[in-house]
């Protein structure tokens, strides 16, 4: 089997609409956000953010991590999806669609 197969490379995103009503609602956003950047994920767009794997087990365990920082209030969703499958994706700015650019291309070295 080919190491980096379209089939094998995982996309994690994560959806999140977190209560902001309050001071404290708003703390707990901003560090549900900063700990998906420091585990490597990138906004897609506003509340969806992104994480390119190189496997289905390496996916596991930044969704295992995602999991263990989920704010106590709010509507959070982690889809996982092959490389095949974003590739299929379109998008569109008002009526003109845009080309997708990959956040960054993610290396393993052994």
């Given at each position: 089997?080919?190491?980096?197969?379209?089939?094998?490379?995982?996309?994690?995103?994560?959806?999140?609409?977190?209560?902001?009503?309050?001071?404290?609602?708003?703390?707990i956003y901003a560090t549900f956000r900063k700990k998906l950047i420091q585990d490597g994920f990138t906004m897609f767009q506003f509340s969806i953010y992104l994480r390119h794997c190189a496997s289905r087990e390496n996916a596991e365990v930044h969704i295992k991590r995602v999991k263990s920082f989920l704010p106590p209030a709010g509507e959070i969703g982690i889809l996982c999806i092959t490389d095949k499958q974003f590739a299929n994706?379109?998008?569109?700015?008002?009526?003109?669609?845009?080309e997708v650019h990959t956040p960054y291309q993610q290396l393993e070295l052994f």
């Open positions: 089997m080919n190491r980096f197969s379209e089939y094998r490379i995982m996309w994690i995103l994560v959806f999140f609409d977190l209560p902001t009503e309050t001071k404290k609602d708003r703390k994706i379109e998008l569109f700015v008002g009526k003109k669609e845009k």
